[in-house]
């Protein structure tokens, strides 16, 4: 078998899947926890440490904790 079929054969077998990952996208947003049609959300502060204690991080620190605070300004509650 000469090598340039083999190379297009193996192109051709690998890219199959490629395909079928790309058939399952939609036009619309996930449907989450978070839709599209919440906007009451808002980000308060983002910090490395618990709720109740700030820290300083360096570089190669491991196992820290980085917490996000979000507040639901909506009218509405997020189920």
Not at 8 to 24: D, E, N, R, T
Not at 50 to 57: A, D, F, H, L, P
Not at 59 to 79: H, L, Q, R, W
Request: charged share 20%; hydrophobic share 45%.
């Amino acid at each position: 078998m000469d090598l340039t079929k083999l190379v297009f054969l193996l192109v051709l077998v690998c890219s199959i899947p490629v395909f079928h990952a790309y058939g399952q996208l939609d036009d619309k947003p996930p449907q989450g926890v978070l839709r599209a049609g919440i906007v009451g959300v808002k980000l308060l502060d983002a910090y490395f440490g618990t709720s109740t204690e700030k820290m300083e991080v360096g570089p190669g620190d491991k196992n820290v904790p980085f917490t996000v605070e979000f507040a639901n300004i909506s009218t509405t509650d997020i189920v």
